[in-house]
């Protein structure tokens, strides 16, 4: 039986219990959430402490798992068998030869054993008779990983909750600098509310206090000075970066620049470029449609194609490719002055010689 998050938790609070979960996915997030709440949940303290076992891929094999999930209870309703990493383990999905031992254990799992595999950072072979025997008969969760521009509404999701708002640029600039790892998202989001109680509006300059993450120097706002061509602020950001390489590391900045000017080359091939049409093709929040319309003007596809030629360029230079001598923080303030003046040929080997 194939279900969600919210259900599986829903079941986990009414204390309805399965034999048998297989959690995984691409996205770890959820299913460290839900294997924790089985762990500190299910049972109590002192039963715990003889009917609760955890163990780990890598160190065992599924014949052993599967011998003490076979066991009954000590002074409890269950015991909890709990399989973390279990994408390391050698033979879960092999273990048994023509018919896998887990496949086996399924369909005759005793009702007083709850085991949980945590099948963490991978898809399952759902074509297997496994896969099919454990989406069947067994509370099974495929958490895949979000896509970059799901993130800002996960975030506001999670917040929500909560009880908490957040505006469309704080959004933006925490989706932006903290990627697409949940855990990590979750994990500085519980920072930020510590300090602030619900109901609440969190906002840039809380991002700033908690997170540590500049309002004023930040990739959001440099992807905004170079939409505008405002060559001050783009150099007073880059100069900020360039001082703090650890916190701004040229590859992220590279990455970041590469999707924002993908999104203006896509704006070019759209024909309907209503407000909703854009932010659905460009995967933003409406609100910053007129910020992309505002930079397409600025750059057209000509120059798009040699920002993009200018990218490649500085990601080979940074790995060292064609680049003997220029340091980090040069290379910083010697693409952004090649971006600037990216349609002035010439111009811009002057500057920075």
Not at 200 to 208: F, M, P, R, S, Y
Request: proline share 3%; charged share 25%.
């Amino acid at each position: 039986m194939a279900t969600t998050y919210k259900d599986i938790i829903s079941d986990l609070e009414k204390k309805l219990y399965h034999p048998v979960y297989f959690l995984c996915g691409e996205e770890p997030y959820y299913v460290d959430l839900l294997c924790q709440y089985i762990e500190k949940n299910v049972l109590d303290e002192n039963e715990r402490e003889f009917n609760q076992m955890i163990f780990y891929g890598r160190e065992n094999s599924i014949a052993t798992v599967l011998d003490a999930a076979y066991r009954f209870p000590m002074m409890s309703n269950y015991q909890v068998i709990i399989v973390k990493e279990a994408q390391e383990m050698r033979d879960l999905l092999t273990g048994g030869g023509e018919k896998n031992m887990l496949q086996t254990y399924i369909e005759k799992a005793p009702k007083t054993t709850i085991l949980v595999i945590c099948y963490k950072y991978k898809k399952l072979d759902m074509r297997t008779g496994l896969a099919k025997k454990l989406s069947k008969n067994s509370v099974f969760f495929d958490s895949p990983r979000l896509y970059d521009n799901k993130i800002p509404g996960w975030i506001e999701g999670f917040l929500k909750e909560k009880g908490y708002i957040i505006g469309h640029k704080a959004v933006a600039l925490l989706a932006e600098y903290l990627g697409n790892d949940l855990s990590k998202i979750a994990n500085e989001l519980n920072k930020l509310m510590i300090n602030l109680s619900p109901p609440a509006e969190i906002t840039v300059a809380d991002i700033e206090a908690n997170i540590g993450i500049s309002k004023d120097y930040n990739i959001f706002e440099l992807q905004n000075a170079l939409g505008a061509r405002d060559m001050g602020k783009s150099l007073q950001i880059i100069e900020h970066f360039a001082s703090n390489t650890k916190d701004n590391p040229f590859v992220v900045m590279m990455m970041s620049l590469y999707n924002y000017f993908s999104k203006l080359f896509i704006y070019h091939s759209l024909r309907d470029r209503s407000r909703n049409n854009v932010a659905a093709k460009l995967g933003v929040n409406p609100f910053f449609v007129a910020d992309y319309e505002k930079a397409a003007r600025a750059y057209g596809p000509a120059s798009l194609e040699k920002i993009f030629h200018c990218l490649r360029e500085y990601d080979l230079k940074s790995k060292g490719v064609g680049n003997a001598t220029t340091s980090e923080e040069e290379l910083y303030k010697e693409f952004i002055l090649k971006l600037l003046y990216i349609d002035k040929v010439g111009v811009v080997e002057e500057v920075v010689v």
